[in-house]
C-alpha cells in the first residue's frame, strides 16, 4: 500500500513556475515507478512526466525542455518543477506510483495558468 500526498499547486501568470510535490508514505526506491499526470477538463488524464526506481526519467513532449521531475530519497518525496508555464498546462495533477502490480494515486492539485 502506498499513500501519496501531494502539494504546491495555484494560480500562476503565463510564464511563471510552479513546482508540485509528491509525498509517499514509503521509501520511493522500493516503488518501481512515480510520476505526474493530468487532466484538464473535458480531457483525458495524460502523463507528464515519470521517474523508475532507477532514476530514468521520461516526459511527454509537451512539457520537454520546462518540466522536470526529481526525487528526494530522504524525504519519500518526488517533485515536479514546472518552468515557463502556458494556458495549456491548466489541469488537476496527479501523482502516481506503480508499485509491483498495484498502481496508486494522489488526490489531486489543481494547477491553473493564467494569460
Known amino acids: 500500500q502506498v499513500q501519496l500526498v501531494e502539494s504546491g499547486g495555484g494560480l500562476v501568470q503565463a510564464g511563471g513556475s510552479l513546482r508540485l510535490s509528491c509525498a509517499a508514505s514509503?521509501?520511493?526506491?522500493?516503488?518501481?515507478?512515480m510520476g505526474w499526470y493530468r487532466q484538464a477538463p473535458g480531457k483525458q488524464r495524460e502523463l507528464v512526466a515519470t521517474?523508475?526506481?532507477?532514476?530514468?526519467?521520461n516526459y511527454a513532449d509537451s512539457v520537454k525542455g520546462r518540466f522536470t521531475i526529481s526525487r528526494d530519497s530522504a524525504k519519500n518525496t518526488v517533485y515536479l518543477q514546472m518552468n515557463s508555464l502556458k494556458p495549456e498546462d491548466t489541469a488537476v495533477y496527479y501523482c502516481n506510483a506503480l508499485h509491483i502490480i498495484f498502481e496508486y494515486w494522489g488526490q489531486g492539485t489543481q494547477v491553473t495558468v493564467s494569460s
Open positions: 521517474i523508475t526506481s532507477g532514476g530514468s526519467t
Open positions: 514509503r521509501n520511493i526506491f522500493s516503488i518501481n515507478a
